[in-house]
């Protein structure tokens, strides 16, 4: 007995000395210091908008970002699943929120446009990528979509199964949405960017008067492989400094 658990214990000792391993914990401790929240980058985009109304999917903790948010109208969607309280305005998945506003069952959203949507759900590239075609049917032709989680430092960080916290990057979660917004990306009639802080914070937007934004004509990663993703982050995500967000306007 006391053998098996010295050799699981010595195995333990191993993997965590591993460099991989090593390094993929501090690639996480490194994004956490940088400098940079996607509450401020999202109160700095309603200050270019008419900001009347603000949308959140996924919430969890309204203190997190929620809260801090300055707008007129603000209106938040989540199913609690996470929470022992639910405190969001709607309390649906953002595929029945969506359901139910396209039929006109939220009277009190009838015709509402919005100046920025924030999404931060279910981090599956699938469940992201619904949500970013539903959310540009209701945003302002001014208006904005920020993602979170779009630049996950390593594959540990963006694996698809949140359940699974033995690796590096312990319960730190990006999942796949890089994938969803790096397809997005590709859409003609969007121009977009990631500021490179708080694990990537996407923007979408039908502007294209502002420069620090591009558009990716060429779908150079066509099977959406992390490896490419790591060596490519720049073109793949228009990586934008923090301290460029001046600088949007």
């Known amino acids: 007995m006391i053998k098996n658990l010295m050799a699981i214990y010595n195995k333990g000792k191993q993997i965590k000395s591993d460099p991989i391993y090593k390094e993929s914990k501090s690639a996480g401790i490194?994004?956490?210091?940088?400098?940079?929240?996607?509450?401020?980058?999202?109160?700095?985009?309603l200050t270019l908008t008419n900001n009347q109304n603000y949308l959140e999917i996924g919430v969890r903790n309204p203190d997190d970002n929620f809260n801090k948010i300055i707008c007129k109208n603000k209106y938040?969607?989540?199913?609690?699943?996470?929470?022992?309280?639910?405190?969001?305005t709607f309390q649906l998945t953002?595929?029945?929120?969506?359901?139910?506003?396209?039929?006109?069952?939220?009277?009190?959203?009838?015709?509402?446009?919005?100046?920025?949507?924030?999404?931060?759900g279910l981090h599956l590239a699938e469940q992201?990528?619904?949500?970013?075609?539903?959310?540009?049917?209701?945003?302002?032709?001014?208006?904005?979509?920020?993602?979170?989680?779009?630049?996950?430092?390593?594959?540990?960080?963006?694996?698809?199964?949140?359940?699974?916290?033995?690796?590096?990057?312990g319960s730190f979660w990006n999942g796949t949405t890089w994938k969803a917004f790096y397809?997005?990306?590709?859409?003609?009639?969007?121009?977009?960017?990631?500021?490179?802080?708080?694990?990537?914070?996407?923007?979408?937007?039908?502007?294209?008067?502002?420069?620090?934004?591009?558009?990716?004509?060429?779908?150079?990663?066509?099977?959406?492989?992390?490896?490419k993703l790591k060596l490519n982050r720049e073109k793949h995500l228009n990586l934008i400094s923090y301290q460029k967000l001046h600088l949007l306007k």
Not at 94 to 119: E, G, R, T, Y
């Open 76 to 88: 938040s969607v989540d199913p609690g699943l996470e929470n022992e309280k639910n405190l969001a």
């Open 94 to 120: 953002s595929d029945s929120f969506f359901a139910k506003l396209f039929s006109n069952q939220l009277s009190n959203l009838s015709n509402v446009k919005f100046d920025v949507v924030f999404i931060d």
């Open 30 to 45: 490194r994004e956490r210091q940088k400098v940079g929240k996607r509450t401020d980058i999202i109160n700095h985009l």
């Open 183 to 227: 397809r997005s990306r590709h859409f003609s009639n969007i121009n977009s960017g990631c500021f490179d802080c708080d694990w990537g914070v996407g923007i979408l937007t039908k502007r294209s008067d502002i420069k620090l934004f591009n558009n990716l004509s060429v779908l150079d990663n066509p099977f959406y492989e992390f490896s």
């Open 128 to 169: 992201v990528d619904r949500d970013i075609a539903n959310a540009l049917k209701i945003i302002n032709e001014d208006g904005f979509i920020v993602l979170h989680d779009c630049n996950p430092p390593d594959e540990y960080y963006a694996r698809e199964d949140y359940s699974y916290a033995n690796g590096p990057s």
